[in-house]
């Protein structure tokens, strides 16, 4: 994405979603231009939770 202009915060927007399969999408906007980045990734997020028995099948 690069460095951000130095302009006001309350100029800027981000907005980031993220999927249980690991993707993640983010899109920045600048309200004063107009001026929007999009950006996409998919990282590992094994480490993010643990994996639990099913209902009934636990020790």
Request: aromatic letters at 6%; hydrophobic letters at 30%.
């Amino acid at each position: 994405m690069g460095k951000i202009p130095k302009i006001s915060s309350e100029l800027l927007s981000m907005v980031m979603g993220f999927q249980e399969n690991g993707h993640i999408t983010m899109e920045r906007r600048n309200a004063k231009t107009g001026e929007s980045e999009e950006r996409e990734v998919t990282e590992s997020v094994e480490k993010n939770w643990e994996v639990y028995p099913l209902f009934g099948e636990h020790k």
